[in-house]
């Protein structure tokens, strides 16, 4: 049976950059790279990253 | 022939409905774009609000290495975020700020995006410093952000806090008021702790700053937050006790 699902991964990551540079920008191109090197030690896998957003760790919403 | 003449007929008739919803589509959109720019560039009006046209320009100054415009988003929003000067602050009611109204078009936009009319309508009056009493519903620690240059320690961390009319009230009507880095490391006493405690006790309190639109939240309006009109940063914040305002950084609760 094939199956499908979404999910929302909350990450934390830390690191050392520049105070300048845009953390986001480098963060989220380094969680694209991890991903598609993960996905090859499961190749009956399908993966697609539909987006990555920055989130809030003091999201109003809490 | 009589069937020639009903099929031309016929056919005269739909050429005729496609014309008419064709004029009407057009004619819908081109008022619609009408009703939206004029919603746009009405310029804010507010009676409990003074008019200053020529205001301070903000001070600004890298904190431990993380310059004004912050690592990235809106750098205009942020170098307003990370201004540290004090001002001749006005009094103005709590409804002032909470009902003023903004242009929907510069939600979730950043500046350098925004039309002149909306910036101009904006500039009326973001940039004044103000003063608003009232009471909190709350008070926390943001995480790490692209005004702070998203700076793991706390020092580097935003407090949001909410601003409420009446000490009976919860988040859905307040205003949203923020302590940044920069400020906050001249306060010994400006502390998530003692602003919890606040809250608890339903002290009333006096919050000054200058007040600034911030264009990201308008999802949460009226659920945690009355308006995405600020008071961002806040350069003082007292606490009413016996009948004085005592600031917060010589509070015993």
């Known amino acids: 049976m094939q199956k499908a699902i979404a999910l929302r991964v909350n990450l934390w990551i830390e690191g ?3 105070p300048e540079h845009d953390f986001a920008d480098s963060t989220k191109q380094a969680v694209r790279d991890i991903i598609a090197a993960g996905v090859s030690s499961h190749p009956d896998l399908s993966v697609k990253i539909r987006g990555i957003v920055e989130g809030n760790e003091g999201d109003e919403t809490r | 022939m009589s069937n020639q003449k009903r099929q031309f007929g016929n056919a005269r008739s739909s050429w005729l409905i496609i014309a008419a919803v064709v004029v009407v589509t057009f004619l819908g ?4 774009v009408r009703y939206l720019r004029s919603r746009s560039t009405n310029p804010l009006k507010s009676s409990a609000l003074p008019d200053v046209p020529n205001k301070p320009q903000p001070l600004l100054r890298s904190f431990n290495g ?3 415009e912050g690592d990235g988003g809106d750098s205009e929003l942020n170098r307003l975020k990370n201004r540290i000067d004090e001002g001749q602050y006005i009094s103005v009611p709590f409804d002032a700020v909470e009902k003023l109204d903004w242009p929907n078009t510069i939600e979730r936009r950043r500046r350098s995006d925004w039309n002149s009319g909306d910036t101009a309508t904006v500039a009326r009056y973001e940039g004044l410093p103000i003063t608003i009493d009232g009471y909190l519903a709350g008070a ?3 995480g790490p952000e692209s005004p702070n240059c998203h700076g793991a320690d706390a020092s580097f961390r935003d407090f949001h806090i909410w601003l409420t009319k009446t000490a009976a009230e919860d988040r859905t009507n307040s205003i ?3 302590m940044t880095p920069a400020v906050r490391a001249q306060h010994r006493n400006w502390n998530t702790e003692l602003l919890q405690r606040i809250v608890r006790d339903k002290d009333k309190v006096r919050v000054s700053g200058w007040l600034m639109l911030d264009p990201e939240h308008p999802d949460q309006v009226s659920k945690t937050r009355g308006t995405i009109w600020e008071i961002h940063p806040i350069l003082r914040f007292e606490i009413e006790q ?3 305002w005592i600031p917060l950084d010589d509070f015993t609760p």
């Not at chain 2, 959109?29 to 619609?32: A, G, N, P, Q, V």
Request: a negative charge.
């Open chain 2, 242 to 244: 016996s009948g004085r």
């Open chain 2, 176 to 178: 949203v008021v923020e």
């Open chain 1, 16 to 18: 050392e950059d520049k």
């Open chain 2, 29 to 32: 959109s081109f008022l619609l």
């Open chain 2, 140 to 142: 926390r620690q943001e």
């Open chain 2, 66 to 68: 993380c310059p004004p």
